[in-house]
């Protein structure tokens, strides 16, 4: 071969690779062409090398120069080629991940407890009617819980037996003075509205109550209420039960019937149970009636202006009845399978 045929070859070796490397369509392609042009055993730019060592050895020089020029350029096309394959794979790739079209996934987020749902929706239903929120602490002193609420002191409901008295907290608040208590019941935020406020006052207070009674289905010894309190002038008893209708029909989404058995309680004269009737069944909700004379005083307003009405509904039987749950337990065993239908 001589060094004109050689140079000719070299040069249609480099224009042929350069072809091929740009025309790959993809990495599978451009592996073969590089096999082709630059394999290592049998390519043919080792067979250009071999023609190389053959040429006479003046025209040696001149030959490898152009040999080791043309050998650069084609493995830099090469390259070249592999970078822009490798980049349109990515493309292609991170495409089909991102497929905008697809629906999410949805990540899994709870709900709010049923009885957190319930108390949302008393206090939407009275805030319609007017009622303000108020509130009051769970650890209570025996003014709130009991003596305003006209509660003497030597009443069967202030038995240590039927509170939780909390020796600590009492010690706190001075010794030998008031004995603090987990409050037995919502009608406490009633005094400290009024001890605040003249009237006329419309509030409703939600929360907790604490009693000693065993669990069964139908107790637990923390349980929730709702109390309604409204005084202004001349209220009265169809006034306390039209909200009480209003509140069961809202509540249920359906005819509501409210009706009134005698009752006693120290704070409330006339006092009354509360049945609602929904869907054909009475169920007892609450005590009921219209605030005391004494109680009215104790808080410095004049019975002969101001009368009003009291309520207090146990916060999980409007649950319970609402959604046919059998068991007050299940609210506070928190098992999702029972949670997560509500
Ligand atoms: N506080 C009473 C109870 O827990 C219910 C009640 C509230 C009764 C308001 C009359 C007026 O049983």
Not at 169 to 189: D, F, I
Not at 277 to 294: H, K, L, S
């Amino acid at each position: 071969m001589t060094l004109q045929e050689f140079l000719a070859e070299l040069e249609l070796f480099a224009s042929e690779a350069n072809r091929c490397f740009q025309a790959a369509g993809d990495l599978t392609a451009l592996e073969a062409a590089r096999i082709e042009f630059l394999g290592a055993r049998s390519g043919r730019l080792k067979q250009l090398q071999k023609s190389l060592g053959q040429l006479p050895s003046v025209d040696r020089p001149q030959a490898g120069q152009r040999f080791h020029q043309v050998r650069r350029e084609v493995e830099s096309a090469f390259q070249a080629a592999q970078e822009r394959l490798a980049d349109r794979q990515k493309t292609v790739r991170s495409a089909e991940v991102f497929d905008p079209t697809i629906p999410g996934v949805r990540p899994v987020v709870g709900h709010l407890h049923p009885i957190t749902q319930t108390i949302d929706q008393l206090k939407e239903i009275m805030g319609r009617l007017g009622f303000s929120l108020a509130d009051g602490p769970e650890v209570e002193d025996e003014w709130h819980n009991f003596e305003a609420l006209n509660i003497p002191p030597d009443h069967p409901a202030r038995d240590p037996l039927d509170n939780f008295y909390l020796a600590a907290a009492s010690r706190l608040a001075g010794g030998a003075g008031p004995s603090m208590l987990l409050r037995s019941q919502t009608s406490t935020v009633q005094i400290r509205v009024m001890e605040r406020q003249k009237p006329p006052v419309r509030i409703i207070a939600v929360g907790r109550v604490y009693r000693p009674d065993t669990p069964d289905q139908t107790h637990s010894p923390m349980f929730h209420q709702i109390e309604g309190l409204l005084v202004d002038r001349r209220v009265t008893m169809a006034d306390l039960k039209s909200v009480l209708r209003m509140l069961g029909m809202s509540y249920f989404h359906g005819e509501v019937h409210i009706r009134f058995r005698p009752s006693f309680f120290p704070f409330t004269e006339p006092s009354v149970e509360i049945d609602m009737n929904w869907q054909g069944r009475w169920i007892e909700m609450g005590g009921a009636g219209m605030v005391d004379p004494n109680v009215l005083r104790a808080v410095g307003y004049d019975p002969e202006e101001v009368s009003g009405f009291a309520f207090g509904l146990g916060i999980e039987r409007l649950c319970m009845r609402q959604h046919g749950i059998d068991d007050i337990r299940e609210f506070y065993r928190n098992d999702v399978r029972f949670l997560r239908q509500f």
